[in-house]
């Protein structure tokens, strides 16, 4: 089931004055938005759900995520993250510098803030877009390992979207400045305190949050995950949340549900993204009213 062109969203791009444009470093950083809002909303201001999407990814596409958030009466704006969406194209570091994502968000949410009062916000997110909802509830990457995988003693995991990343990353900035600034900002505390509810579908990244930062996390969490995923698998990624964010729940999309089963044209399991996707909107009317 495909957004009737009544339900298409709002797009608009915002420019961070704060941090550059990976392609062009003299302009500002753009995130784009897709804002959706309720026929019906839940209360007055509408609680607000800022959706992040998964690696390589788009905000414009995870309608999956969006609809039944929409037709629960909830306000959603979702995001392309800067070089890590395939709208604009990628670069080496949308893929790597990860801990720009959460600040994506929070300045979203500091634009949006302006224009009207907000209601209660949530966050959610698929792979990579799953922690990027749990840093914004205080996740922290470890700097240490981070400078292990930049620098190539510790080999960066696969990624089908961008083939070589590191070694494109290299090329592009081989001075070593420019690693120890992105160190600098990669174990920064993003907590952002509006955020109220935190929704993680087959979360990414878990294998560089500390558990110190995620054992500090204190809005609720609810984890779904694919039993048959091997993109980010259950006891690398998943656990580490689950087992260290206290205020963490959650479980199995189902055994056979692969990481691609939230994405792909034809999935394997066709009702799993439905079943997250209501299951999402039904916890966020729970924790945001």
């Not at 089931?1 to 420019?15: A, C, G, K, S, W």
């Not at 961070?16 to 209360?43: C, F, K, S, T």
């Not at 087959?202 to 995950?225: C, D, F, Q």
């Amino acid at each position: 089931m495909t957004l009737t062109d009544r339900e298409q969203p709002v797009i608009r791009v915002l420019y961070d004055e704060l941090r550059p444009d990976l392609r062009e470093p003299g302009r500002p950083r753009p995130v784009r938005l897709y804002q959706w809002e309720p026929d019906r909303p839940a209360a007055e201001p509408a609680p607000l759900v800022v959706v992040s999407h998964g690696t390589g990814g788009s905000g414009g596409d995870m309608e999956w995520l969006v609809r039944p958030l929409c037709e629960a009466g909830l306000r959603v704006v979702a995001l392309d993250h800067h070089g890590n969406n395939f709208v604009d194209g990628y670069e080496p570091e949308g893929f790597l510098h990860v801990w720009e994502r959460p600040r994506d968000v929070s300045f979203a949410l500091d634009a949006l803030a302006r224009e009207r009062p907000l209601g209660p916000v949530g966050a959610a997110g698929f792979s990579v877009g799953a922690y990027t909802a749990a840093a914004l509830a205080g996740a922290r990457v470890d700097p240490r390992v981070v400078r292990a995988l930049l620098t190539g003693a510790v080999p960066p995991p696969e990624i089908p979207e961008f083939p070589g990343v590191l070694e494109a990353l290299r090329a592009k900035h081989p001075d070593d400045e420019s690693t120890r600034h992105a160190l600098d900002a990669a174990g920064a505390d993003l907590t952002d305190r509006r955020v109220r509810a935190v929704f993680q579908v087959a979360p990414g990244v878990g294998a560089l949050v500390t558990p110190e930062s995620l054992a500090g996390v204190r809005v609720p969490v609810e984890i779904r995950w694919g039993g048959a995923d091997t993109v980010t698998p259950y006891d690398v990624d998943t656990r580490p949340y689950l087992e260290h964010i206290p205020t963490a729940s959650g479980r199995s999309a189902g055994p056979g549900v692969r990481h691609d089963d939230f994405f792909a044209p034809r999935p394997a399991d066709p009702d799993a993204r439905l079943r997250v996707g209501g299951e999402a909107a039904a916890f966020f009317l729970r924790q945001l009213s």
